[in-house]
C-alpha cells in the first residue's frame, strides 16, 4: 500500500490539502482540527496560508492510533473487574428501596442502612 503523498515528494510542511488526502477527509474538515487546535498549524506568507509540518501531522497520526488503542481496552475492560471490586458478591437494592443487599449472603454480613 502506499501513501497517497509520499514523503519522498513532499518538503517538510504540507498544505491543508495534502493533510486533508493524507488524513481521507474533506479541506473543511481538516481546516477545523487545524482551527480548533487539535492538529497543530502555522500561518505563512503574505495569505496566511496554513501549513502542517509533516513529523506533527506524524505524530498527530500516531497519537490517535494510540487514543484508539486505549479505548478499546477501556472498552473490553469496562465491566470486567465488577465482580472483583465487590468481593465477588452481586450486589442489588432492596425492594423497599434501601440499600444495596446481597441475595447470596445468608449470614448478614452485607451492611444495612
Not at 479541506?27 to 509540518?53: C, F, Q, S
Request: aromatic letters at 6%.
Amino acid at each position: 500500500m502506499s501513501d497517497p503523498v509520499s514523503s519522498a515528494s513532499v518538503g517538510r510542511f504540507l498544505t491543508l490539502a495534502d493533510t486533508a488526502q493524507i488524513l481521507n477527509l474533506s479541506l473543511a474538515a481538516a481546516l477545523d482540527l487545524v482551527r480548533t487546535g487539535e492538529l497543530p498549524a502555522i500561518r505563512v506568507g503574505a495569505t496566511g496560508a496554513w501549513r502542517v509540518e509533516r513529523v506533527v501531522l506524524e505524530s498527530y497520526i500516531e497519537a490517535k492510533y494510540e487514543e484508539a488503542r486505549r479505548l478499546s481496552l477501556w472498552e473490553q475492560s469496562d465491566f470486567a473487574n465488577i465482580p472483583e471490586l465487590s468481593a465477588g458478591k452481586i450486589l442489588r437494592p432492596n425492594a423497599a428501596g434501601g440499600s444495596g443487599t446481597d441475595d447470596d449472603d445468608p449470614g448478614g454480613d452485607t451492611p444495612s442502612p
